[in-house]
């Protein structure tokens, strides 16, 4: 398929139809100077040349390519390769663009680091980051997801973050993303907002994407050194879309590698209890970006239901959107329970945890599997490790059986 | 030209700065909000700004969120405060502006909206979080049925964008005045007054300042160099205390009385 992927954005951030800049105005200068000093820090060797440099170094990237040869076998279909984000410093592949994002902070001279949290991953990561530079850090994270992730919101507070819990709406991810906006909005001369996916306005979608791409340019070149082959089928979960995004985009022009993103099936899509934004949502702008969203008939956002708090958002990044349109990306879902069996599943195989989020994917490999042949090859992102979630895990393993 | 514009055009010749008036629609049910639109009509409201009620207000205040809150819990839709709209407009002229979020707008369609705003009566649109840019269906919608499109200047909007966001605003100039969310404040903000200059080179339309105003003191002091004062939070707030009172709305009408004194002081 001939597509320049690489060129999206357009200018003014739109992916066809999608993202583009839908902020009260006090943001429209802030993110214009973001631009603007993206776009410098982008074509600067020197700044790509430090973001190695620490992303090697204090990161452990790359990360490995392994063959889970022991649920390969347990599956009875292709080969699978597990890209092992969980191994990246703080857990998850969230510390790639909080790097690249508080290195951009520096660059502008901000003092202060401000994000949002669901899961908790992005919030560590940033706190991490914030630590290891000195910088001021507060994250904003719903109250609900602090009571399901509160071993993270113990390290958020270690790493000397203040953590603010969100008592709006629904208590969780879209509602942190409100409080952290709102705080940018009142805080402006100082403050850098680290975003936590390919989600929000221009430029965001595009910044968080470029530092998430390492992991589809490692992993292409990991299985070419491993296989002498591309893989068949790419598998991510998404929520916003940043680890699938970042799996995905350096094979965009490799038309034979088919990609599929794994949405939060929650209860099931008929139960209306789930984050399937593309099975059951529609076109609307949430947070800045003109999105699939889920929503009600008068446009108020609906709420959603994940076991995983990572994934309970209510829209899904401009570019997924776009790529799904182009037909270049599928997507499907899976819901609490299937996830939840991917993630004993993995862990008795192959002695790795996934977190809830990735277990998604594990999840939808464990369908694909018997519709492939043995010498085929998938690669699934195991986007974080599922230490975060064993009490949730176990809750609800408890509760189902 | 709309209800708004002639309503500054009168103040101009009055000599005296108007008053915009904020209330969160349905908020606590949209009967009531029609009592208070006549209510705020006869305590002297230049403009009344409706809110429309979002789940996802990310540039309001803990007041208005409330609020907002309040009136989709009492089922408030958009559809439910056009109605309303229309109701009310047929027992009073005073000049409406739609203050809303896009998605709402987005979801209802942008050409169904626009078409019905001027068939019940509506005057203005102000959407909080669709820049100039990427409104150009809505703006030329807007026009093509008179009806005036409000954009928001901020204290961190620079010169270039100021004369875009003139170029497209009708009725009048919304300045925000200060960086933050909606809400209460103890003092006004810094440099309104050099602000409101800045803009007048890029327009003649009316300027309004809001956001942080909640006093008679405050509004003497914008109403001096500005052509009209919008209080939102401090009217919503007590809309909040006095829900469940009998005199609601004469008290909150009270309220925005003794805002509106000191504009009249000075005739």
């Known amino acids: 398929m001939a597509m320049n992927a690489i060129d999206l954005p357009d200018a003014r951030g739109h992916f066809g139809p999608y993202g583009g800049q839908y902020v009260p105005e006090t943001l429209m200068a802030l993110l214009e100077d973001l631009e603007a000093a993206y776009g410098k820090a982008k074509c600067d060797p020197e700044f790509w040349a430090e973001l190695d440099r620490y992303l090697r170094d204090y990161v452990g990237r790359p990360t490995p390519l392994y063959f889970a040869e022991r649920l390969t076998e347990e599956l009875g279909g292709p080969k699978i390769y597990l890209k092992r984000e969980d191994l990246a410093h703080t857990g998850a592949h969230k510390i790639n663009h909080a790097m690249g994002q508080i290195l951009l902070a520096n660059r502008m001279g901000k003092t202060r680091i401000i994000a949002e949290t669901g899961a908790g991953q992005h919030g560590v990561a940033t706190a991490t980051v914030a630590a290891m530079f000195g910088l001021k850090c507060e994250i904003y994270m719903g109250v609900e997801d602090m009571e399901r992730q509160a071993l993270n919101v113990f390290r958020m507070r270690l790493l000397g973050a203040k953590v603010t819990g969100v008592h709006s709406g629904s208590k969780t991810l879209k509602d942190a993303i409100n409080e952290a906006i709102r705080d940018w909005v009142t805080n402006v001369e100082d403050t850098f907002y680290i975003f936590g996916s390919v989600l929000g306005p221009h430029p965001y979608p595009m910044i968080v994407r470029d530092f998430q791409r390492v992991i589809g340019v490692e992993a292409r070149a990991q299985i070419l050194e491993r296989e002498g082959r591309l893989p068949d089928v790419l598998v991510a979960c998404v929520g916003g879309g940043s680890n699938s995004i970042g799996l995905f985009h350096a094979f965009l022009d490799d038309a034979d590698v088919q990609m599929i993103g794994v949405e939060a099936g929650g209860h099931g899509i008929a139960s209306g209890e789930h984050a399937a934004r593309f099975n059951g949502g529609d076109l609307g702008v949430l947070h800045g970006a003109r999105i699939y969203v889920l929503q009600n008939d008068d446009g108020q956002i609906a709420l959603t239901h994940s076991v995983s708090a990572g994934l309970d958002y209510s829209g899904v990044g401009p570019e997924h959107c776009y790529l799904r349109d182009m037909a270049r990306t599928a997507y499907t879902y899976a819901t609490d329970e299937e996830a939840l069996s991917a993630f004993e599943l993995l862990s008795h195989t192959e002695g790795i945890i996934p977190a809830l989020e990735s277990s998604h994917a594990i999840a939808h490999v464990c369908k694909l599997a018997p519709e492939m042949s043995r010498d085929q090859i998938v690669v699934v992102n195991l986007s974080g490790r599922g230490d975060k979630d064993v009490q949730q895990a176990a809750r609800f393993i408890e509760g189902v059986r | ?267």
């Open chain 2, 1 to 267: 030209m709309t209800r708004i514009g002639r309503r500054f055009d009168d103040l101009r010749k009055a000599g005296r700065a108007g008053f915009v008036a904020y209330i969160a629609a349905g908020d606590p049910d949209l009967n009531t909000t029609y009592q208070m639109v006549l209510e705020l009509d006869r305590r002297g409201v230049d403009v009344l700004e409706l809110g429309v009620p979002f789940s996802d207000p990310l540039a309001d205040g803990p007041v208005i969120q409330e609020a907002s809150q309040r009136a989709l819990a009492a089922g408030a839709t958009l559809e439910g405060v056009l109605s309303m709209v229309a109701d009310v407009r047929t027992e009073t002229e005073i000049p409406i502006v739609l203050f809303t979020y896009y998605n709402p707008i987005h979801r209802y369609g942008v050409d169904c909206f626009v078409k019905r705003a001027a068939d019940v009566g509506v005057d203005g649109v102000l959407m909080l979080d669709l820049p100039p840019e990427e409104g150009g269906d809505y703006i030329a919608q807007m026009n093509e049925h008179g009806l005036d499109t409000i954009f928001l200047v901020t204290p961190t909007t620079r010169d270039d964008r100021m004369k875009l966001i003139a170029s497209h605003t009708r009725g009048f100039v919304y300045y925000v005045s200060r960086t933050g969310v909606t809400g209460e404040r103890d003092s006004l903000a810094d440099e309104i007054q050099s602000k409101v200059s800045a803009i007048c080179q890029y327009t003649d339309m009316p300027i309004a300042v809001g956001f942080g105003i909640s006093t008679p003191e405050h509004v003497s002091e914008i109403a001096r160099y500005a052509d009209a004062v919008v209080v939102g939070s401090a009217i919503v707030r007590r809309i909040g205390e006095f829900q469940c009172d009998a005199d609601l709305v004469a008290k909150v009408g009270a309220f925005v009385g003794s805002l509106i004194g000191p504009l009249r002081e000075g005739v």
